[in-house]
C-alpha cells in the first residue's frame, strides 16, 4: 500500500490563496527568464565604473 506524503498547512494555505495548486511548466519558464534577465540588469550595473567606484569607496570608509 502506498501513501502519498501530505501537504503542509502552508502548502494548503498558499494553494488556498492562488486558488492553483502550482506552477505550469510555461510559467517556471518566464519566470526563470525574468530572473536571468534581472541578473543580467543587475550584474550590468553592479560592473559599471561609476557603481564600481562608489562600492569601492564605501568599503575603504569601513575599514579605515
Request: net charge positive.
Amino acid at each position: 500500500m502506498r501513501r502519498t506524503a501530505k501537504p503542509s498547512w502552508g502548502g494548503k494555505f498558499a494553494s488556498r490563496l492562488r486558488g492553483e495548486s502550482g506552477m505550469s511548466t510555461a510559467e517556471y519558464a518566464v519566470g526563470t527568464l525574468a530572473a536571468v534577465a534581472f541578473a543580467g540588469v543587475l550584474l550590468k550595473v553592479l560592473t559599471s565604473g561609476p557603481v564600481q567606484s562608489a562600492l569601492s569607496d564605501l568599503i575603504e570608509r569601513a575599514l579605515s
